[in-house]
């Protein structure tokens, strides 16, 4: 069975103050990994997907990375409406599994 | 409309009511989903159609009855609900079934008196 774990499960930061967010998964044949964001009360907004190992995806101030493993999301200088929980998921054969998820809050 | 809508954004409901919930998307995809998210817990998957055949259904409950009549509306069906049902309802479209990106609506917010 497919399995991904996102850490750290909360994130608080300062605006400006770069970081990374953990994805590490297991699966019988990577098909993709997806990044999603998630506000509160609202569905998952798509923002990447990476398909093999050493690809690398940006979208303004985040930049997401695969390899055999793991996949991280960089955040770079954070602003405030960075603030939101990212969801992780895996495609190994023909659903998604996904993460609970990595709270950020960036406080201005 | 674009993208994916879900309808109500939200539902109250007793245990003996019955009550569905509606999604329709906009993209021109072939595949819909249906998803439980509760608090602190990973996206549960409970539905998955495919040209309008029901194609998954992860061990979930009969009293959660879905319904696909065309590839753009996806409705769920929920009668004698129990509490720990109340949660976010989550559907999803793609193209093709399971591994590419899906989008999401905003959801159906549940809560079973």
């Known amino acids: 069975e497919d399995q991904v774990t996102q850490s750290p499960e909360a994130l608080r930061l300062q605006e400006g103050e770069s970081s990374s967010l953990n994805c590490s998964y297991t699966v019988s044949g990577l098909r993709g990994l997806f990044w999603y964001r998630q506000d509160p009360g609202k569905g998952p907004e798509f923002l990447f997907t990476?398909?093999?190992a050493g690809e690398e995806k940006e979208k303004e101030r985040l930049k997401a990375t695969l390899t055999k493993k793991e996949s991280f999301l960089h955040i770079t200088a954070p602003k405030p409406e960075d603030s939101a929980t990212y969801l992780c998921a895996v495609s190994g054969d023909y659903k998604l599994s996904f993460g609970a998820g990595t709270t950020v809050t960036v406080r201005a | 409309e674009t993208g994916v809508t879900q309808t109500p954004r939200h539902l109250v409901m007793g245990m003996t009511n019955k009550k569905s919930l509606k999604c329709e998307q906009h993209?021109?995809?072939?595949?819909m989903y249906w998803y439980k998210q509760s608090a602190k817990k990973p996206l549960e998957l409970m539905f998955v159609y495919s040209l309008e055949e029901r194609v998954e259904n992860n061990s979930v409950p009969s009293r959660f009855s879905p319904e696909c009549p065309n590839s753009s509306h996806l409705f769920l069906h929920l009668h004698t609900l129990q509490p720990e049902d109340s949660a976010l309802y989550l559907c999803?479209?793609?193209?093709?079934?399971?591994?590419?990106?899906?989008?999401f609506g905003p959801g159906t917010r549940l809560t079973v008196l």
């Open positions: 993209l021109g995809h072939n595949a």
């Open positions: 999803a479209s793609s193209h093709g079934q399971g591994y590419n990106e899906q989008f």
């Open positions: 990476l398909y093999s």
